[in-house]
């Protein structure tokens, strides 16, 4: 397994700042992953990020809102760009399990970050 | 549309009650987990299944992946207060994982 923190725990930012979260991973993972969780909802994932290159993202989501960035193979840090109310969320990380033989993407996530946008 | 869903959606009952959570889709997997989540917390990973009809248990949980490997339970014997939390499936495909609409279990003592 892996241990993962995130920063800020939470946040309250007015509509039009951006806010930056950061998710440091105690060992090298190749990829890492980032999801929103709206309140009382299961989780979308946002984008996946592997080290060295531009991050993925999903259908829904773009870089001009959530810029994320992967400097090394322990951490990774996701914007949230000109924010709107409608933004407010938990947003998690997580990075994946890999085993040599078969592929099971076990993963393991962050505590989030819960963003209030006002 | 949510491609893996989850019934029932709320589940409310007493402590020592049965339950099963049921996590449906018409997409095949090549894995799927079950997840926990406790408020504040990110999920917490129980199991991953396999084998299309695999069963695996964890103390008094009870996972089962279908012959097809389409649609999965849970089943929690004699439930606790402590099983309290939002249950989360998830699907494998390609190199991503896809979530279910979760099911969110309170226990009450």
């Known amino acids: 397994s892996a241990v993962i923190s995130q920063k800020p725990s939470r946040d309250i930012c007015q509509r039009g700042t951006s806010l930056t979260i950061q998710c440091q991973v105690d060992s090298q993972v190749t990829m890492m992953f980032w999801y929103r969780q709206q309140p009382g909802q299961s989780l979308t994932l946002i984008a996946t990020?592997?080290?060295?290159?531009?991050?993925?993202?999903e259908s829904g989501f773009v870089i001009d809102k959530f810029p994320i960035s992967r400097p090394n193979l322990t951490f990774s840090t996701l914007t949230v760009s000109n924010l709107s109310p409608e933004d407010s969320s938990i947003y998690l990380c997580s990075v994946s399990s890999e085993y040599l033989r078969t592929f099971q993407p076990e993963q393991y996530f962050g505590p989030g970050t819960r963003l209030t946008v006002t | 549309t949510q491609l893996l869903e989850q019934s029932p959606q709320f589940l409310s009952i007493q402590e020592g009650e049965n339950l099963t959570v049921y996590c449906n889709s018409s997409s095949v997997f090549s894995s799927l987990q079950w997840y926990r989540q406790e408020p504040g917390e990110g999920p917490v990973l129980l199991v991953t299944v396999v084998t299309g009809g695999e069963v695996k248990k964890l103390k008094r949980l009870t996972f089962q992946f279908g012959d097809a490997r389409k649609d999965s339970s849970l089943h929690i014997t004699a439930a606790q207060t402590g099983d309290t939390g939002l249950y989360l499936c998830a699907g494998a495909l390609r190199r991503a994982l896809t979530f279910g609409s979760g099911t969110r279990l309170q226990v009450q003592p």
């Open positions: 990020a592997n080290q060295g290159s531009e991050a993925t993202y």
